[in-house]
């Protein structure tokens, strides 16, 4: 029959492990968790990214095919007007349009607001520019 | 043994129960870093790709617009059809072909009708070989990879492919070539044309868009034995991007047109690479060209003349004593011959000449005094016309000879497009006489020599007797004066090559015929 005393020392050995288990799974998630929700908004932003850049391509494009400045901001605002805000992206919008028909091209800068979808403290909110330049293909051919 | 065993298994078992869970949780944090390294690399892969494949497309767009601003000089002969700095490029070389098939095409008609002077066949030959001589300068110029690699890199050498090497710009896929294409081949080109401005028995491809004709681009046409081809340009669309499956069937190597090795291409593709030393990413696209811009088939620099001859010729006895020109007006009275001597006696002969102008001394009214039908003449004056201006029509020409007065002293007059704009795209037809102010392309003095053609007899007026002309003797004679009036329209064709596209001689003789005899 085993004392009392080994009977309290069974006790604790029986306890420890599993205590030790759920400080370390603790501990572990404590590290793990931050950084898979760092990772979750760093995707995020990686692809936001990426499609704040098609936008830009997008409505490069659509002033490339006019013949002067003010129909190529007009051309650039309706395609920006295709954006369906999301709960990440909130905006696209012009930043800054560079019309050159000396050259035959036009450059269009957009930004994009970005809400992360896990927000960090001091990292909820970003801005994203992107451009894009395309040639000027609606100027007809020199007389 | 089982003694020697114990503390192994139980440092073993002290070993897993302590540590177990950090390992798994280090195990699935080096996991779940790993999956997200590896998301992020697929991530910036496939977003890299996507850059290099905008950058290819806009790099093509580019060179596909840019092309437009390749210019060779023209010949002296073609600079009519230039652009305002006396060259020609993708744009308008339709415009030369069009000017060189319209000469050429002239000059079939001519040897058809047996009408082909001397210079003709040897004008149809320069024509063509100068305009092929720029078309093939033109050509060089657009299909060599240098032109199109700078136009490429004008574009996609300031795009970067950040996401797959950070700082690295875009460049042209060194193992490509650059194919070029012509596509839409039968439907039309930037050449505007009216069927009646081709002459007769000539059959032209052309393509029918709304209110509009088009010389048909990329299908071989034959004139005067020679092979025309356009250049394929929609209208109203921009230089645009397309797929492989409409520029591969198309590509000059794979599908070249018939006859024409240096045809000038409407589509390009262009390859761009991108790469980080360990993978490379490339893409291609493919763009068609189009200069937005159209041409009318045209002669710019050219000129119908035409000059009317009335003479009266006296005769006593059937003889003919004189011939006394006579002007384009109604009820002139001539006392052709004076105090006349004949065998017998001496007689005064009259004359009252020019009937056939009682409806008016125009032009036209000229044209319509000939008793016969004058439509083929028209219809010869209005082809050559709509190679000055398509757009003329009948009712603009019958009204434009309707309101130019023949004038007396001008030997000649002129039909030609009168034209401002530095490029001939305005086209505004005038008729003057050779004593106002003609453009100084025309060249008066030495009119004739621009012919290429022979004079012919297109249209031959009836005889009439005594009813467009009257004739009278003092004293009387037996039988009665007569007077016949007769006319003839003459069409001598030119080529255009030299500038002259046709000459219309009408010329209408009154022959009096008096009696020596009482």
Redesign the interface.
């Given at each position: 029959m085993p004392s009392r005393n080994s009977k309290k020392k069974t006790n604790c050995k029986r306890r420890k492990p599993s205590a030790q288990t759920l400080i370390e799974a603790m501990v572990g998630f404590i590290v793990l968790i931050p950084i898979a929700l760092f990772a979750v908004d760093v995707v995020a932003l990686m692809s936001t990214a990426q499609t704040n850049e098609q936008w830009a391509e997008t409505a490069a494009r659509a002033a490339g095919s006019c013949s002067c400045e003010t129909m190529a901001q007009t051309a650039v605002k309706n395609s920006l007007k295709r954006f369906v805000p999301s709960s990440i992206i909130s905006s696209v919008d012009l930043d800054k349009i560079t019309f050159d028909q000396v050259n035959g091209q036009v450059t269009v800068a957009t930004v994009m607001q970005i809400n992360v979808p896990i927000p960090l403290p001091w990292m909820n909110h970003f801005e994203l520019r992107a451009s894009a330049i395309q040639p000027l293909l609606g100027t007809p051919a020199a007389q | 043994m089982s003694q020697a065993i114990r503390p192994l298994k139980n440092l073993k078992k002290r070993r897993s129960?302590?540590?177990?869970?950090?390992i798994?949780?280090?195990a699935?944090?080096f996991g779940?870093?790993a999956l997200?390294y590896g998301?992020?690399t697929l991530?910036?892969f496939l977003?890299g790709s996507?850059?290099v494949r905008?950058a290819a497309d806009?790099g093509a767009?580019?060179v596909s617009?840019?092309m437009?601003?390749i210019r060779v000089p023209t010949d002296p002969k073609y600079a009519d059809v230039a652009?305002?700095n006396g060259k020609v490029?993708?744009?308008n070389v339709n415009r030369l072909w069009g000017k060189a098939y319209l000469i050429n095409a002239n000059l079939e008609e001519m040897q058809k009708s047996g009408q082909a002077g001397p210079k003709a066949t040897g004008n149809g030959d320069a024509a063509y070989q100068l305009a092929q001589t720029v078309n093939d300068n033109l050509y060089s110029m657009i299909a060599s990879s240098k032109t199109q690699d700078l136009f490429f890199h004008?574009?996609a050498g300031?795009?970067t492919a950040n996401?797959i090497n950070p700082g690295m710009g875009i460049d042209k896929n060194p193992q490509y070539t650059c194919p070029i294409a012509m596509v839409d081949r039968g439907d039309e080109s930037n050449l505007i044309m009216t069927p009646g401005q081709i002459p007769a028995g000539i059959t032209a491809g052309k393509v029918d868009k709304g209110s509009k004709s088009f010389m048909q681009g990329y299908v071989p046409m034959t004139a005067n034995n020679k092979k025309f081809t356009f250049t394929a340009f929609h209208e109203g669309e921009?230089?645009?991007l397309i797929s492989d499956s409409v520029f591969d069937p198309n590509r000059a190597d794979i599908a070249p047109i018939e006859g024409s090795a240096t045809v000038i291409p409407n589509a390009f593709r262009q390859s761009a690479l991108a790469g980080n030393g360990q993978i490379d990413s490339t893409a291609t696209a493919s763009a068609v060209a189009n200069?937005?811009?159209s041409y009318s088939m045209t002669i710019p620099q050219s000129y119908i003349t035409l000059y009317v001859v009335n003479m009266s010729n006296w005769l006593v006895d059937g003889k003919k004593i004189r011939s006394i020109p006579y002007e384009t007006k109604a009820d002139q009275t001539i006392h052709g011959l004076v105090d006349y001597q004949t065998p017998t006696r001496v007689i005064n002969c009259f004359g009252k000449l020019g009937g056939e102008y009682a409806s008016g001394h125009s032009i036209m009214a000229i044209i319509k005094a000939l008793k016969a039908d004058y439509q083929p003449a028209m219809k010869k004056l209005l082809q050559r016309v709509q190679g000055m201006d398509p757009s003329y029509t009948m009712a603009r020409l019958t009204n434009l000879l309707e309101n130019q007065n023949y004038d007396k002293n001008a030997n000649r007059y002129y039909i030609f497009a009168k034209d401002d704009s530095?490029?001939h795209?305005n086209p505004q037809i005038q008729i003057q006489a050779d004593n106002g102010s003609l453009p100084e392309w025309i060249n008066v003095q030495s009119w004739q020599e621009d012919f290429d053609g022979i004079e012919k007899d297109l249209i031959t007026e009836p005889t009439t007797t005594d009813e467009y002309a009257n004739a009278w003797q003092s004293p009387p004679g037996t039988p009665q004066p007569t007077a016949k009036n007769s006319g003839v329209m003459k069409w001598q064709p030119g080529s255009g090559y030299t500038k002259a596209v046709g000459n219309l001689f009408i010329s209408r003789t009154t022959t009096l015929n008096f009696s020596s005899k009482p």
């Open positions: - | 129960q302590r540590a177990a869970s950090l798994l949780v280090i699935c944090g779940l870093m997200i998301l992020f991530a910036m977003g996507r850059q905008n806009a767009l580019n617009r840019k437009m601003d652009d305002t490029g993708m744009s004008q574009m300031r795009r996401m921009q230089p645009h200069p937005i811009r530095a490029d795209t």
